[in-house]
């Protein structure tokens, strides 16, 4: 089992950055993909951004349109977004998920954290 806790949400201006990380603990020494996903109200959950477990493969959304940035420090169990340049339409609950790099990809991972509430104020 792996526990994921997502933090670093919170209100921010449009045009603003947050940052937000994802801790693991439990059955770390496994080696999984994360991803961040998001889901805004009457939305379904979207995939914003994945990383390998080496850290050698990322993929982003289309809407990221190179303003985000996922990372990952494996020494710390943490995985980070970076998240410049936010827009209103960015507002969402922000989850952290970890499973393998195939699963990731298709939303279908296995461990899930309980989300961290990112708002955009236009």
């Known amino acids: 089992q792996v526990q994921l806790v997502e933090s670093g949400g919170g209100l921010v201006q449009a045009g603003g950055s947050l940052r937000l990380s994802c801790a693991a603990s439990?059955?770390?020494?496994?080696?999984?993909?994360t991803g961040w996903f998001r889901q805004a109200p009457g939305k379904e959950r979207e995939l914003v951004a994945g990383?390998?477990?080496?850290?050698?493969?990322?993929t982003y959304a289309d809407f990221v349109e190179g303003r985000f940035t996922i990372s990952r420090d494996n020494a710390k169990y943490t995985t980070y977004l970076q998240m410049n340049s936010l827009k209103s339409e960015d507002t969402a609950v922000y989850y952290c998920?970890?499973?393998?790099?195939?699963?990731?990809?298709?939303?279908?991972?296995?461990?899930w954290g309980k989300g961290t509430l990112v708002t955009v104020s236009a």
């Open positions: 998920a970890a499973d393998s790099w195939r699963l990731i990809l298709i939303g279908r991972a296995d461990y």
């Open positions: 439990g059955r770390t020494s496994s080696s999984y993909a």
């Open positions: 990383i390998s477990w080496s850290g050698y493969s990322t």
